[in-house]
């Protein structure tokens, strides 16, 4: 697996992660450990209550005890109660309640914040919480998504008047033309539900005014500093040039620290006014209730075909589970799903229609995949159903209606173009991997014997769109920012080489594999690369890590900049070696004459004669280094094909993976291991989707699954070894030829599983099992469909 | 969280331990390996004013032989406990379902005797407890007292150790029947649904007699006397099912997240028919 650095051609092998020896050596640099002389802790009073008027609030109590240093309620807290931002009102009218920090004379879902102690120890802090005087009265809360759109509901935001938050339609063809000629439509609700993106590392964040200016330094354990520190600007009113944001270590994000949280608010304005440092972490228990939670959405989803399964239009009808409040992209998620219904399908017409609805439960948010899991679960989940109902071979029905290789690029009902594809190719490959025929037989005669353990084959053949992304797509969308990203390349006068890229890794690799880009242009080998990140005070320009976006798009920089690097040092290596610079070669690192191998010179003697400047050619600066800003032509599509056999026993409704096997197109690979590793994380969080993850409420509003002993996240133990495999499609519209990979496992591993329980089960009666496939629900599907069969 | 402030003494002797309790007064409490009273401490669900190490006590510490039993300190570690070769030998059951308790971290500070003290309904261990028959040892400000398993798991949460009473050790007639624990649960490391810990005695393919205890189906671990009974002469597998079916007879299976109520009877029944056929070879 080690590298044998062979400069030229460092890109695509799987060379071990640089940034692995710190994290394995307990060298890791979270931001709870750090440590600043002078430091007060903040603890948070949350709501208990779903829905309450806040009746009464006195922190005064909290002052008088050991250690306090401040005590707030929103009163208090007054001006620098901040508000929560969000980037992306989807909709002319969406309604946009206000979310201050500090929840003011009314919370609106378990975990809001009433009140902060300030002490100088946690303990001390979290203490004093008890002497904050509070009482409550209940109001009902709006639980359920479609009761809170009746009339008559009660409502969680009473200045608007109603719970619908917005109504985004997207009508594509004619839906209703194409229902009229079908000879089969089948119609399915499905419930992708609420998940919490239970990252390793809880967040944390650390604010401190630095002294010697007005700057205030703000650590926290956070995807976007880029992003986090424009908008905590603008909430805060502190200029955005004295703010610097890092994010140190971070300990996996999923999409859950992908936001400006009240929290990264309230410590920073509370540091400013107290000049000195404010530091918060959070307890598990908090994170599960103030941590922005993922999916959540009734899919109604209505297919027409042909009797012979041509698919002729698709609809789709949304409710999406906005939750309390409006967090950073917290309406947009469904839209991004929105793209992708139609999938890898050929057909007329499309018509979505998505409701936001506000309910008192934990805002909603992106996690990993965003709107896309949701998008692939339902087309896959309906195909097979279409597929029963017509009676023919769920692949068949695939393959009837896929785009062919042949027909690339090819614009879908949805209004995108996919650069490329070839869904035969790695359909193909999968399908030997698996054995696809050996366990059709198998699953026979399972049935033919009554055997009590039954076999199921779960297909999900998808794509996705990601690697966010083209900046004027999204202002159409009415996002409020842009999809660019950024790269610096320096040669330093020793030869070694700094790549300062905007994108924010956070388990990813990013430093190996921007390392091995760099070096497969420049010819420096992997190790002279430093990669430079997540600090707006080292590298000032990113739009950050997510949405499968930091090769995607960062790596397009990465590569651009380097090449401009060359251009520049071929210049002065031209100059240097008296000819001109069309006469050069670079290979291997170094500038060679054309036909005369013994005049050459070393990138790094070129940097070096930069640094000196002492003979340039005219009209070239000093220094030896380049940027790039890069806007990318078009999303990523990443596709592939993902199997699941599925043992179900059906005395107990518990259901066993036996076997997973998926074929990815990523394109190119800068780095196999890590794409291998990315797809392995990916595939098991959309298998716990399936299986074990599922956030659940009372009627309430208070969160059952608070802690971890509820709220199941599987580990190695709970699942099978997966086989996975490649096929390489070059996107033809990312230079590299690259695609997004953090999210596909995520995204297509989730139909894979619930396809095979309800394949294992079909002939019962079975049409479809709830998520999480927990053994009780198996079970019970299966008494139903019993019942319902005699 | 943060645990409330708390005063901390570890003792070497059964007589320190006692004292110590007393003199913390009503809200002093033994800790063990602390897996489950550590979590319970920082959820601030109970605020001891003084907690008592029974950790370095050498009598309850380790497993040793005495004639026709075999006696298991309280504070010996779940990994201690499974890996003994006096337990593997005359004790399969315990063995068994300490293997299966949550993951290799926690057993490798959690205690056994901390686990029955504790009585979690859903805990592996007294199930495994009551199928053995085993007896436990007390001691108190009035001296040391022995109580039968059947005596001694008295509601949720709730054992005949009193608060001012430390566990030293329980004792395990030696068994050499066949055995089985079958924990039924949704991840690795999850906590029983239910769970059934069986021993059974055949000879010549037929039962003479079998002992079954019922995890999580009441606010105890439980005996299923009546598939106990059922089992007497069953020979075969059909004959195990039938049996079987009285898992759920008397008990008061509670309804969670994770099972209602009559899914957890279902589960009784499945579950003690595979765990009894596991057990017998039948
Ligand atoms: C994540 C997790 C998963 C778990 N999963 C399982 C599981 O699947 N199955 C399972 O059975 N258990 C499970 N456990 C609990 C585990 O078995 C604990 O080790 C055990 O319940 C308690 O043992 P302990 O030594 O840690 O006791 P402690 O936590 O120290 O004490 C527990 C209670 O018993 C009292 N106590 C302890 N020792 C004595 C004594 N000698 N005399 C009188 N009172 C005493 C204490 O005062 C306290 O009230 C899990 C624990 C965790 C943290």
């Known amino acids: 697996m080690t590298a044998a650095l062979d400069t030229d051609t460092a890109l695509g092998k799987p060379i071990r992660r640089k940034e692995d020896a710190h994290l394995l050596h307990g060298q890791t640099n979270w931001t709870d450990n750090i440590q600043l002389p002078g430091t007060v802790h903040m603890a948070i009073l949350r709501s208990p209550m779903a829905h309450a008027k806040i009746t009464k609030l006195d922190v005064s109590g909290a002052l008088k005890q050991p250690g306090v240093v401040a005590a707030y309620g929103a009163k208090e807290l007054g001006e620098l109660n901040g508000g929560v931002p969000c980037v992306w009102p989807v909709t002319d009218d969406i309604k946009m309640p206000a979310f201050p920090a500090l929840a003011i004379d009314k919370v609106r879902q378990v975990g809001d914040c009433v009140a902060v102690v300030l002490a100088t120890s946690v303990a001390a802090a979290v203490d004093a919480l008890d002497a904050i005087e509070v009482s409550y009265e209940a109001l009902p809360a709006v639980t359920d998504m479609e009761a809170a759109l009746t009339s008559g509901s009660a409502l969680v935001h009473d200045e608007i008047e109603t719970n619908a938050c917005y109504v985004y339609k997207m009508p594509c063809g004619d839906y209703e033309a194409s229902r009229a000629k079908a000879d089969v439509v089948v119609a399915r609700r499905f419930i992708n539900q609420r998940l919490i993106p239970t990252f390793m590392e809880p967040r944390s964040v650390v604010a401190a005014p630095m002294g010697m200016s007005d700057e205030i330094t703000i650590w926290s354990s956070t995807q976007i500093p880029h992003i986090l520190r424009v908008l905590l600007a603008l909430v805060t009113g502190i200029p955005e040039n004295n703010l610097r944001v890092v994010a140190p270590d971070v300990g996996g994000g999923f999409g859950g620290k992908l936001q400006c949280y009240r929290e990264e608010i309230l410590v920073t304005n509370l540091a400013k006014k107290l000049g000195r440092p404010v530091k918060w972490t959070e307890t598990r228990s908090e994170n599960m209730v103030a941590t922005h939670h993922g999916r959540d959405q009734i899919q109604d989803i209505e297919i027409a075909a042909t009797k012979d399964g041509k698919i002729l239009g698709l609809k789709v009808t949304l409710l999406a589970n906005m939750g309390a409040y409006l967090q950073i992209i917290t309406p947009g998620v469904p839209l991004l799903g929105m793209f992708m219904y139609p999938a890898i399908y050929k057909m007329d017409s499309y018509d979505f229609t998505c409701t936001g609805v506000f309910t008192n439960k934990t805002p909603t948010d992106a996690y990993r995949g965003a709107g896309r899991p949701e998008a692939t679960y339902a087309i896959e989940r309906i195909i097979d159903e279409l597929a029963a109902e017509i009676g023919m071979e769920p692949m068949e029905l695939r393959k009837k209606n896929w785009i062919t290789h042949e027909e690339f690029p090819y614009t879908t009902v949805a209004g995108l173009t996919y650069d490329t594809g070839n869904y035969e190719a790695a359909t193909e490959k999968a399908l030997a991997m698996f054995d696809y025929d050996g366990l059709r037989a198998e699953q026979a005669r399972r049935r033919a014997s009554g055997d009590p353990v039954q076999l199921g084959i779960g297909i999900s053949t998808f794509t996705e769109m990601c690697g966010l992304a083209p900046s004027r797509t999204l202002g159409a969308l009415k996002y409020v920012a842009g999809g660019w990203e950024h790269c610096t390349v320096r040669a330093l006068p020793t030869g070694k080489i700094e790549v300062v890229t905007g994108t924010s890794p956070h388990g990813q690799g990013h430093e190996t594999a921007w390392s091995q880009i760099a070096s497969s242009i420049l010819g420096v080998p992997v190790e002279d690369i430093e990669v430079i990140h997540s600090d707006t005070g080292r590298s000032p320009y990113g739009m950050d890590t997510y949405g499968s976006r930091s090769l995607a798009v960062g790596g397009q920089a990465i590569k651009a900049a380097s090449e401009r690097l060359v251009e520049k040092a071929r210049v002065i290596a031209a100059h240097q070696l008296e000819c001109s610079a069309s006469d050069l070669e670079f290979i291997n690192g170094s500038f060679h004459v054309k036909g005369d191998p013994s005049k050459s010179q070393a990138l790094g003697a070129v940097a070096f004669e930069a640094f000196t400047a002492h003979n340039l050619p005219p009209g070239v600066e000093p220094t030896l280094q380049a940027e790039a800003t890069i806007d990318p032509e078009d999303f990523s599509y990443p596709h592939g094909t993902h199997l699941a056999a599925m043992e179900v026993d059906t005395e107990t409704g518990q259901v066993k993976l036996r076997k997973y096997v998926c074929v990815d197109d990523v394109g190119i690979q800068v780095n196999p291991m890590i794409v291998e590793g990315q797809v392995h994380g990916g595939v098991a969080q959309g298998i716990a989707q399936a299986l074990f993850e599922g956030a659940e409420y009372d009627e309430d509003g208070n969160l059952l699954t608070a802690s971890l002993a509820d709220y199941l996240i599987p580990s190695a133990a709970d699942l099978p070894s997966f086989d996975t495999g490649t096929t390489v499609t070059p996107s033809t519209s990312h230079p590299l030829g690259t695609k997004g990979v953090g999210e596909a496992g995520a995204i297509a591993s989730t139909p894979a599983i619930i396809n095979g329980i309800v394949d294992a089960l079909r002939h019962l009666g079975v049409t479809d099992v709830a998520m999480p496939a927990s053994p009780q629900t198996v079970w019970r599907t299966i008494q139903a469909a019993k019942a319902g069969a005699k | ?282």
Not at chain 2, 25 to 54: H, Y
Not at chain 2, 60 to 83: F, Q
Not at chain 2, 175 to 189: E, I, L, M, P, V
Not at chain 2, 235 to 250: K, P
Request: with cysteine; proline share 4%; net charge negative.
């Open chain 2, 1 to 282: 969280m943060i645990p409330v402030e708390f005063d901390y003494v570890k003792v070497t002797t059964i007589d320190q331990a006692i004292a110590a309790l007393k003199a913390g007064g009503e809200d002093s409490k033994i800790i063990s390996g602390g897996q489950s009273l550590v979590p319970v401490l920082r959820l601030r669900m109970a605020e001891p004013s003084v907690l008592v190490d029974c950790g370095a006590i050498d009598e309850m510490l380790g497993v040793r032989e005495d004639g026709g039993s075999i006696t298991i300190g309280a504070a010996t570690t779940h990994h201690a406990v499974m890996s003994n070769p006096l337990v593997q030998k005359h004790a399969l059951l315990l063995a068994q379902a300490t293997a299966t308790v949550a993951d290799p971290a926690i057993r490798h500070r959690g205690t056994t005797g901390g686990a029955l003290a504790h009585a979690d309904p859903a805990g592996d261990v007294p199930a495994a407890a009551l199928a053995l028959d085993a007896s436990f040892t007390i001691a108190g400000p009035g001296g040391r007292r022995t109580v039968a398993a059947k005596d001694f798991f008295l509601d949720y949460f709730t054992t005949a150790v009193g608060p001012d009473e430390i566990l030293v050790s329980f004792s395990i007639p030696k068994c050499d029947w066949g055995s089985h624990y079958a924990k039924f649960n949704r991840t690795a490391q999850a906590w029983a649904i239910v769970g059934v810990a069986a021993v059974v005695n055949v000879e010549g393919g037929v039962i003479k007699e079998a002992r079954i205890g019922l995890t999580n189906m009441a606010p105890t671990a439980v005996r299923a006397s009546t598939v106990e009974a059922a089992l007497v002469g069953a020979s075969s597998a059909a004959d195990i099912t039938a049996a079987a079916m009285h898992a759920a007879d008397g008990t008061r299976a509670t309804s969670d997240l994770h099972a209602k109520a009559d899914y957890r009877e279902h589960l009784a029944r499945v579950i003690t028919a595979r765990a009894v056929r596991a057990a017998s070879g039948i």
